[in-house]
């Protein structure tokens, strides 16, 4: 049933619980907060030169600890902004 396939990773994207297709970031000298990366800056605007990239992708789980305005459009845009 490739039909339920798609439609439970569309409800993992809305529920924050898939990764996105962001890199995870923080900002370099202010890493509270977990961003995610676009090309060349995050997604609430932090240029790419003023933070840190991770490995891990970025996850819109609503947590402490991630960017409220990331976890908002990589929920909106999954894959790029
Ligand atoms: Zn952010």
């Known amino acids: 049933m490739p039909q339920l396939g798609r439609r439970l990773r569309s409800l993992r994207f809305t529920l924050g619980l898939a990764p996105t297709g962001f890199a995870a970031s923080r900002e370099t000298g202010d890493p509270a907060?977990?961003?995610a990366l676009a090309d060349t800056a995050t997604l609430c605007g932090i240029p790419r030169r003023r933070?840190?990239?991770?490995?891990h992708p970025f996850v819109a789980r609503k947590r402490p600890g991630s960017c409220p305005q990331c976890r908002a459009k990589a929920v909106d845009a999954p894959s790029g902004p």
């Open 33 to 35: 907060l977990e961003h």
């Open 51 to 55: 933070v840190t990239v991770y490995r």
